[in-house]
C-alpha cells in the first residue's frame, strides 16, 4: 500500500479532464505531483494552483520526451512513487470507415506509450522497494459497442498489459492497477482522432448488485475483463467524421 502523502506522482494527460482531477486528488493528499501533457500553458496553470507541483510538458508518444519526464522526476524529487497513465484518446468510427492510420495513431497513445512509461519507471521503483502504477481504461472494453471496436481494442490490450504487468512487476513490489470510467463530463469527446460522440445525453442504466466469486460471469471478477453485450438501446454508434486530433484525457 502506498501511502500518499509525501509522495511522488506523475500523472499523464493532466491538463484537463481527468488527468488534472486526478493531480488535484493526489496534491491534496498531499503527494507531490508531476504534471504531464503537451499543452504546456494550461500544466503551468494547473501547477501554479498545487503545493509542490511541477509541470513537464510531454508528448508520451514519443519515448524520448517520455524519459525526460522520468528524468525531471528523479533530478528533482528523487523518486517516483505512483505512476497515473491517463493520457489518451477516443476514436468512434464503425470498423468498415476505421482508417488503419487513425488506429495505429490511437494505438500509440493508448497502448505504446503507458507501456513505455511502466518501462521507464520501473527500475526507480525496484530500487526504492516498491510503487503504483494506475492505468486509465474504459468501460468500453467491458461491454460489446458497435461503433467503438478500434478505441475498445486498445483500452482492451492496455488492460492485458495491465494484468499481466501486475504479475511481473510483483517482485519489484509495484502495484498495478486499472480504472474502467464511463462517459465522463470532459473535453473527451470533442477531442477524437475521429468520429464523434453518438450516445446524446442519456442516463445509461445501472448493472444490478450481485455478489462476485470465481467464474462468475462478472466483467470485474477476479480481475478479468470479460467483454459483454451492450444493452438494447444504449448506442454507441458514431459516424465516421474526422474531428481535430488533440490527444485529450482518457475515458
Not at 488527468?19 to 504534471?35: E, I, P, Q, S, Y
Request: proline content about 8%; hydrophobic content about 45%.
Amino acid at each position: 500500500m502506498i501511502k500518499i502523502d509525501g509522495s511522488v506522482a506523475i500523472v499523464t494527460g493532466a491538463s484537463s479532464g481527468i488527468g488534472a482531477a486526478t493531480a488535484r486528488l493526489l496534491a491534496g493528499r498531499g503527494a507531490r505531483v508531476v504534471l504531464a501533457a503537451r499543452r504546456a500553458d494550461r500544466l503551468e496553470g494547473l501547477a501554479a494552483e498545487l503545493p509542490g507541483a511541477m509541470a513537464v510538458p510531454t508528448d508520451v508518444t514519443d519515448p524520448a520526451q517520455l524519459g525526460h519526464l522520468v528524468e525531471r522526476c528523479l533530478d528533482v524529487h528523487g523518486r517516483v512513487d505512483i505512476l497515473v497513465n491517463n493520457a489518451g484518446q477516443g476514436l468512434h468510427v464503425p470498423l468498415l470507415e476505421l482508417r488503419a492510420d487513425d488506429l495505429r495513431a490511437v494505438f500509440e497513445l493508448n497502448v505504446i506509450a503507458p507501456l513505455i512509461a511502466m518501462q521507464a519507471v520501473i527500475p526507480s521503483m525496484r530500487a526504492q522497494g516498491g510503487g503504483a502504477i494506475v492505468n486509465v481504461s474504459s468501460a468500453t472494453s467491458l461491454r460489446l459497442f458497435p461503433g467503438l471496436g478500434g478505441y475498445s481494442a486498445t483500452k482492451a490490450a492496455l488492460n492485458l498489459l495491465s494484468q499481466i504487468g501486475r504479475i511481473e512487476f510483483a517482485d519489484a513490489g509495484v502495484a498495478v492497477s486499472v480504472v474502467y470510467p464511463s462517459v465522463t463530463d470532459t473535453e473527451f469527446h470533442q477531442s477524437l482522432r475521429a468520429g464523434h460522440f453518438a450516445g446524446g445525453p442519456r442516463r445509461f442504466p445501472g448493472d444490478p448488485p450481485r455478489p462476485i466469486s470465481p467464474g462468475s460471469d462478472d466483467p470485474w471478477a477476479g480481475g478479468l475483463a470479460r467483454p459483454m453485450p451492450a444493452r438494447p438501446g444504449w448506442g454507441g454508434g458514431a459516424a465516421g467524421q474526422t474531428a481535430s486530433p488533440d490527444r485529450g484525457p482518457a475515458t
